[in-house]
């Protein structure tokens, strides 16, 4: 299955990603920005790319898996997977031109509460793959070695 260290080097780097995004957009001013900008978009690729992985290389080889319990748990990731894409698309419709890579910021105190719920959402992902998807896998991996 994929290597751990490249999960977790996604996982570290989205966070940062978010926690420099977030300082940024707390003034209104730095929304324009480029900086901003590019930080923005590329917190959303490796979002997408991340999600992508996890369903592909993790989900979609355990809902094949003979146990139902396990099957079960890759069927909650995916279903999470598929609301947080339809939440996250949602999102940047509202708030950004993608083709153009601009943020489009009517209401700076919506756009904010809304980036923090949408932001909060993803890392809330990244711990339960983290505490709950992670440990199942290296388990199921350990028993396939034995």
């Known amino acids: 299955m994929t290597a751990f260290s490249k999960l977790h080097a996604q996982n570290h780097k989205i966070t940062e990603l978010s926690n420099v995004f977030l ?7 730095m929304c324009d920005t480029e900086t901003a900008c590019d930080v923005f978009f590329e917190y959303t690729g490796k ?13 979609g080889k355990l809902i094949s898996y003979p146990d139902q319990t396990v099957k079960n748990t890759a069927d909650r990731f995916l279903s999470g997977s598929t609301e947080i894409k339809r939440i996250f698309n949602k999102y940047l419709k509202d708030w950004c031109n993608e083709s153009s890579r601009r943020l489009t910021i009517r209401n700076h105190d919506e756009f904010l509460s809304e980036t923090e719920q949408m932001f909060g959402l993803v890392l809330d992902r990244i711990q339960r793959e983290t505490e709950h998807l992670y440990p199942l896998i290296r388990k199921l991996e350990e028993r396939e070695a034995a």
Do not use: A, F, P, W
């Not at 300082?23 to 001013?29: A, I, K, N, P, T």
């Not at 979002?47 to 989900?59: A, P, T």
């Open 47 to 59: 979002v997408k790319e991340h999600i992508e992985l996890v369903d592909r290389e993790l989900c």
């Open 23 to 29: 300082y940024l957009v707390q003034s209104r001013e």
